[in-house]
DNA sequence: GATTCATATTCCCTCTAAGGAATATGAATC
DNA sequence: GATTCATATTCCTTAGAGGGAATATGAATC
C-alpha cells in the first residue's frame, strides 16, 4: 500500500525535519546542510530515501541538486503532509530549522533555492 | 519525539488494520482474527507494539483482552487517526474488514466486545 | 585535462522489525 | 487440581534501516 510507504517516510526524525524545511520552498542539499546542521551523507541519503518513495524530487542545476515537494502530491500525501506540518508547528527542533532557515532567505531570493558562499 | 513513535507504528498494514477496526470500537483478540483473517501470534504482537507506544489501551475481562484506542489521546495522535481513517476509507482490504465487522455487530451488541462462539 | 566543488554511493557495523513454531501465562470450569 | 480456552511470550531466522568513513560521480573552472 503507498499509504505505508508513506508512514515509512515519516518515521525517522531527520526526515520529517528534511519535509518540513521543505514544505518552506524547494532547496539544495548544501542549504539543509547549513539549516540542520547535520553531516552530508546523512541529509543526502535521507533525501534519497524520500525520492524513491516519491516524497520529494529533485533536479540537478549545475553543482547542486534542488529538492522540492512533489508538485502533484496523491491524496495521501497531501494529507498526511498537512498533518506533519501541524504536528510539529510548536515543536522547538523544527522551530530552529526554521529559523536558520529564514536568515538564509535574503540570500535565498538573490540567487534561487541553490548555490552557498 | 512522540510524533516518530506515532508514525513507527503507522508503517506497517497490520497495524493500520487493526487501528482501523478499533476505531468503530473496542474488540477482543479473537475478533480481530475473525475479522482480519491473520494468524493469533501476529496479531497479539502488533497489539503489543501498538500498546508499548500508547496507541491502544487493553484490559483484561475473564479470558479476554479487550482492545481500545486511548481514552484521551494526544493532539498528534488525534490528527494521525483522523487522517488514517480518511486516507483508507475507500480501501478494498480495509472496507472488507469493516464489512467483517459489520457481521459480528449483532453478536457484539448482546454480548460485548469479548467472547467467542 | 586536472582540479574543485556539491552531492551520491559503497562498505562496514549495529540494531530493530517481522513472521512462524512452540511454549508459557492466567482465568474459568469441571 | 487438572483441563480448557484466549492471549502473550520466547526463540529462531531473515531483512532492512541507520550512521559514519571513505570513495565515486558529474558539472564547472582553470
Known amino acids: ?3 505505508v510507504r508513506i508512514y515509512e517516510c515519516l518515521c525517522e526524525p531527520t526526515r520529517l525535519r ?3 524545511v521543505l514544505a518552506a520552498g524547494p ?5 539543509f546542510q547549513a539549516v540542520m546542521r547535520e553531516p552530508q551523507v546523512k541529509i543526502s541519503k535521507h533525501l534519497g ?3 524513491t518513495r516519491g516524497l520529494v524530487e529533485c ?6 541538486m534542488i529538492y522540492r515537494l512533489p508538485a502533484k502530491p496523491s491524496r495521501e500525501l497531501r494529507s498526511n503532509l498537512a498533518c506533519l506540518q501541524d504536528c510539529v508547528r510548536e515543536n522547538p527542533v523544527f522551530r530552529r530549522d526554521r529559523a536558520r532557515l529564514a536568515k538564509l532567505a ?3 531570493a538573490q ?3 541553490a548555490c552557498c558562499p
Open 1 to 3: 500500500m503507498e499509504l
Open 18 to 20: 528534511l519535509l518540513h
Open 27 to 31: 532547496l539544495c542539499v548544501c542549504h
Open 49 to 51: 530515501y524520500l525520492r
Open 59 to 64: 533536479e540537478r542545476e549545475g553543482n547542486w
Open 106 to 108: 535574503p540570500r535565498l
Open 111 to 113: 540567487t534561487g533555492p
